[in-house]
């Protein structure tokens, strides 16, 4: 059962275009975490929500929690093509096993 | 580099045969999680330590799995007798007490069960 679903699974866009990326679930999180993976490589931590209704900015990067914390956003603003990788987002119960989302593939062309 | 480092990182192995995996944590993070990813998917939890204890196991983790963290330090994962079906990349993590407690993870091991 996966209890994290992530929408949309691939998405293609040009430079310079806006995007979101959902990621919803049934279940309260404490903590929900969002990665960037590329292939052949390990995720790479790009943020941790922790709070419900936080919204974290990092650069051109929007993360929000729900305030149920059962679900959260990546925003991208202005996307270029260093940002193409595959995002996972990943919901935690204190400090045991992260689940993960289905993942979002997103390719950014010049 | 002080990050979670894995060896190797790639593993090309007959069916039938075992294979052996390490991660070395990042040095002052107490726990430690495996996670297995096939493509396409997102990673899956196999199993985490805390210090040396191993906490808690996926029932994805059958019995010819086996991990260990001796020391509370570097830990290894050992596929005995492996079947083309445990063709994946696994991810090893590693995370310190505290708020988030944010999981920091290694490049992978990419096995291939021929």
């Known amino acids: 059962t996966q209890l994290l679903e992530q929408s949309p699974q691939f998405l293609s866009i040009q430079e310079g275009e806006n995007l979101t990326v959902y990621c919803n679930s049934s279940?309260?999180?404490?903590?929900l975490q969002w990665y960037r993976q590329e292939p052949g490589e390990g995720p790479v931590l790009l943020v941790t929500v922790v709070t419900g209704g936080e919204v974290k900015k990092l650069k051109r990067l929007t993360f929000q929690f729900g305030d149920a914390r059962k679900d959260s956003s990546l925003h991208i603003t202005a996307a270029q093509p260093g940002d193409t990788g595959l995002y996972l987002c990943?919901?935690?119960?204190?400090?045991?096993?992260?689940?993960f989302g289905t993942g979002t593939r997103l390719l950014v062309s010049p | 580099d002080t990050g979670v480092s894995q060896d190797p990182r790639h593993k090309i192995t007959k069916r039938g045969q075992n294979v052996t995996f390490r991660c070395d944590p990042i040095?002052?993070?107490?726990?430690l999680y495996w996670y297995r990813q096939t493509l396409g998917q997102g990673p899956e939890f196999l199993t985490y330590f805390q210090n040396e204890a191993q906490l808690e196991k996926s029932r994805l983790l059958s019995d010819r799995f086996s991990a260990e963290r001796p020391k509370g330090s570097f830990s290894t994962l050992e596929i005995q007798r492996t079947e083309q079906g445990d063709s994946a990349m696994y991810l090893c993590?590693?995370?310190?007490?505290?708020?988030?407690?944010?999981?920091?993870f290694g490049p992978g091991t990419r096995l291939t069960v021929t």
């Open positions: 279940s309260v999180f404490s903590s």
């Open positions: 040095s002052e993070h107490n726990r």
């Open positions: 993590a590693s995370s310190f007490d505290g708020i988030g407690g944010e999981q920091y």
């Open positions: 990943a919901g935690a119960r204190g400090f045991q096993k992260l689940v």
